[in-house]
């Protein structure tokens, strides 16, 4: 990492996810996500922004305001990896959050507020976007390395992305009407300590912990909200068409992203008027669902990972509707196709909203649609969440005390565009015969088009669905040590090979910390806030590793080392 006195006054400094430049960090002129100096500054200034509304609602008595919890984990939200790269968007959540934050002041008190930090208390953005620009380079990450020192401003962020990924899937179960007391109230409180003048890396490291156990209940919170509304995944085998020559012919829209609700009123509206709805991306899974999969019209999926979105989308004959992350800027040749539904934004895409989709509606009758295919569709079978996994529990069981089964792998995460992460495909198909693979969120991409057969009647492959779905994992997991009469997790015979991108990945590889499961191998390349110092103590207590090569990593597992 550069010193400190070389990044100070950068245009932007950011490394939140795994393909920041060099693996260091993005200085400018603008990120590897292609967000601008000024978009990066104004989710700093957001960011500051939750901080100093935090630092005052933590001190204010009694029922929190309407809508505040909402309102923290959607902005929250905005600030991820590929969310939103509009500025207008971002601007109207600073002044949203001053306003409130205001507020709360004028309600608390001065006694009340004894002890909030001066600059927070004081924090007033500008009226205008350049202004707000220019007080972001207050806030600027490498600002606080001569200060605090790398380690400490680092594992700082990394309780910081934690909270940007756990309030993402806040986000979501909020969006089907769940909340969590608990969660909400921790959320506001961690950002609160991020702001603590003096912090230890021991304080630093049981809040990222902390973090990682709430997060544990949020995708709880989330699997509940999914199964109750949408029923639970099955087995399913789904259309793929891995590009547009092998799609089903007729007007199409094609949905992106996470979101189960946005995809259900699309599906709603559509019906009866002769349009296709395809998935794309994490939205997969979705076609297992049988409250989304009953919908005739809901195809199939098409393209791949977010990582080839401009090559699939510009080959897509209709609008494409971006419902969450992962949204890379469109290029003129299909910006105008693009509509998005908030947290997301970008400059140029149009918002949309569940309530109302007859704009997206009408852009898929004026398109051209899908002409005859001239390939044939490839196949997936999906649906392998935990009732599934746990309905066939006990041939699982048997097979592993029998010697059948040796070893399950959950080989899951994010994909991206590095060629390092062509591992994962590697180690998947070396993986031996006997043992099962789990996989979920859009890693499974870089394994899913490989035949691995069969094992005691079940696929080999076990696809559990989105990186939302990862709390299956861990029901799967948890209900395993019972059933083998094990004490631990870690006595499982079970190997975790996480592939991280941004900050989703980051609060579940903090929740796995937090069950005290060790010896998770983590790639392509470890985060770059994880200094020396904060990768010998994750290695000291947990084993955390770094990928080696596939085959030396496989023969490690399988050793059970």
Not at 302 to 328: D, H, S
Not at 419 to 433: G, S
Not at 446 to 462: A, E, F, Q, W
């Amino acid at each position: 990492m550069a010193a400190a006195t070389d990044i100070e006054n950068a245009a932007m400094y950011c490394f939140q996810c795994e393909q920041t430049f060099k693996g260091v960090a993005c200085t400018g002129p603008r990120g590897v996500c292609l967000k601008e100096p000024n978009v990066a500054g104004l989710q700093d200034h957001l960011i500051h922004g939750l901080q100093a509304l935090s630092a005052v609602a933590v001190r204010v008595a009694g029922p929190r305001p309407e809508g505040q919890d909402e309102f923290v984990a959607k902005a929250t939200f905005a600030t991820l990896t590929n969310v939103n790269f509009s500025p207008e968007d971002l601007a109207v959540m600073i002044r949203e959050c001053y306003e409130r934050k205001n507020r709360l002041v004028k309600h608390a008190g001065a006694a009340a507020l004894d002890g909030v930090p001066a600059d927070l208390l004081a924090w007033k953005p500008g009226t205008d976007i350049a202004t707000m620009c220019e007080q972001a380079r207050a806030f600027l990450i490498s600002r606080r390395f001569a200060k605090l020192g790398q380690d400490r401003v680092c594992l700082q962020e990394l309780l910081v992305y934690g909270l940007k990924g756990a309030c993402a899937y806040l986000h979501h179960a909020m969006e089907l009407g769940r909340k969590s007391e608990e969660a909400s109230v921790f959320i506001l409180q961690a950002f609160a300590f991020v702001q603590k003048a003096d912090p230890t890396v021991p304080e630093l490291l049981s809040m990222c912990l902390d973090c990682g156990r709430h997060n544990l209940e949020i995708m709880k919170l989330l699997d509940e909200a999914h199964t109750t509304t949408f029923g639970h995944p099955e087995p399913t085998k789904v259309h793929w068409a891995k590009n547009e020559t092998s799609a089903l012919p007729g007007k199409a829209i094609l949905v992106s992203g996470h979101d189960l609700p946005d995809l259900e009123a699309l599906l709603k509206q559509t019906e009866g008027k002769g349009i296709n709805v395809w998935t794309h991306g994490e939205m997969l899974p979705c076609l297992a669902y049988p409250g989304l999969k009953k919908y005739k019209h809901l195809a199939g999926h098409y393209g791949t990972a977010w990582q080839n979105q401009r090559k699939e989308f510009a080959a897509f004959p209709g609008p494409i509707l971006m419902t969450t992350n992962c949204y890379i800027p469109a290029p003129d040749s299909y910006l105008s196709r693009v509509f998005c539904c908030a947290p997301t934004g970008g400059v140029g895409v149009k918002l949309a909203n569940r309530k109302d989709f007859s704009e997206l509606i009408k852009a898929a009758h004026a398109a051209p649609g899908f002409p005859a295919p001239t390939t044939e569709p490839a196949s997936l079978t999906i649906g392998f969440a935990r009732n599934t996994v746990l309905g066939v529990a006990d041939k699982v069981v048997a097979a592993a005390k029998s010697g059948a089964l040796r070893r399950i792998f959950l080989i899951g995460g994010c994909d991206g565009f590095a060629k390092e992460r062509n591992y994962y495909t590697e180690f998947a198909e070396k993986v031996p015969n006997d043992c099962l693979i789990l996989t979920l969120a859009c890693g499974k991409f870089k394994i899913n088009s490989h035949d691995y057969g069969t094992l005691g009647g079940l696929p080999r492959l076990l696809d559990m669905g989105q990186c939302n779905d990862s709390y299956s994992a861990v029901a799967v997991a948890v209900a395993l040590v019972g059933a083998l009469n094990l004490s631990d997790v870690n006595e499982l015979p079970l190997s975790i090979v996480l592939s991280w991108f941004e900050q989703k990945a980051v609060v579940v590889l903090l929740s796995l910390l937090s069950l005290g499961i060790r010896r998770i191998y983590v790639g392509p390349r470890l985060p770059a806030f994880f200094t020396p110092a904060i990768l010998k103590v994750l290695g000291d207590k947990f084993d955390l590793r770094p990928l080696g090569t596939p085959e030396a990593d496989l023969a490690t597992m399988l050793a059970g080392k």
